[in-house]
């Protein structure tokens, strides 16, 4: 298993869902955090708990939708003279929910322009240049792990904008993995399931505890990792160290 015990990871979207499982899964390996969200404020609990379990946590502010505020993210974190070790892409938003919520027309030829381009900027533009942004640090320092969260929802036409966005993140994570074979630098992507989350809406069926630990395996194996697209439901229950031992195994 791979020692991540002070390397620094920045969470998006962590203040709460899957990013606050996944930074404080990270925390409990030892793991300092950067974590991110649209208000500091948000992030209160998360880094308390974090604080608590020994780690340094960093908190950011940004808004995804505005176009520049992934490079503005990234200066903030320069200016702290701290390096991205580890990233993950958790952040998104699925305006199916919103739009649900408002008692709007769900249906894939009512969307209107704004909402196609504010899923896309949050959901493909900021992760695929956070990757990149990261990534040359990484290989200069010969560690590095970015892992995106995706999804399996296929056919639901009522989430069209999403389901798009999430094969767009795919693709982006076979083609940056490809240009960092045979190094410890790993790019994968992890699906967390249908989890219990504002995003997942009602009916949803996994826990959001149940991502844990998938999501740490593509950080914490020490090879395999890279290109691949794991399922955090194949090892909920399961301990980290079981965990990997079934993923190095498949």
């Known amino acids: 298993m791979k020692n991540i015990n002070g390397k620094w990871a920045l969470v998006t979207g962590a203040s709460r869902g899957i990013g606050a ?18 208000r500091t404020e948000s992030l209160c609990a ?29 200066e903030q974190i320069a200016q702290t003279g701290t390096p991205v070790d580890i990233l993950v892409n958790n952040a998104a938003v699925n305006l199916s929910v919103d739009r649900e919520l408002a008692g709007l027309s769900n249906a894939y030829y009512d969307w209107p322009e704004e909402d196609h381009i504010r899923t896309l900027q949050v959901n493909v533009v900021v992760p695929t240049l956070l990757a990149c942004r990261v990534l ?3 290989l200069e320092r010969g560690f590095g792990r970015i892992v995106s969260l995706t ?11 999403y389901s798009v966005t999430k094969a ?12 960092v074979q045979g ?68």
């Not at 604080?51 to 505020?69: R, S």
């Not at 999804?151 to 904008?161: I, N, V």
């Not at 593509?218 to 993923?247: D, H, V, W």
Request: proline letters at 4%; one cysteine or more; a negative charge.
């Open 21 to 38: 499982e996944t930074a404080l899964a990270l925390a409990k390996q030892g793991c300092n955090l950067l974590l991110h969200s649209r």
């Open 168 to 179: 767009a993140v795919d693709k982006m994570t076979t083609d940056l993995a490809s240009a």
């Open 46 to 74: 998360v880094k308390e708990k974090a604080e608590a379990l020994g780690v340094e946590v960093k908190t950011f502010a940004a808004d995804f939708a505005v176009p520049g505020a992934a490079d503005a993210l990234l």
């Open 183 to 250: 190094q410890d630098v790993a790019v994968s992507a992890v699906d967390p399931g249908w989890c219990q989350t504002y995003l997942g809406g009602e009916g949803a069926t996994c826990a959001v505890e149940d991502t844990q630990p998938g999501v740490l395996v593509p950080i914490c194996m020490e090879s395999g990792a890279n290109g691949r697209i794991f399922r955090a439901q194949a090892y909920a229950g399961m301990t980290l160290e079981a965990a990997l031992e079934k993923a190095n195994a498949e």
């Open 151 to 161: 999804t399996s929802l296929r056919g639901a036409t009522d989430h069209l904008a």
């Open 136 to 138: 040359p640090g990484m």
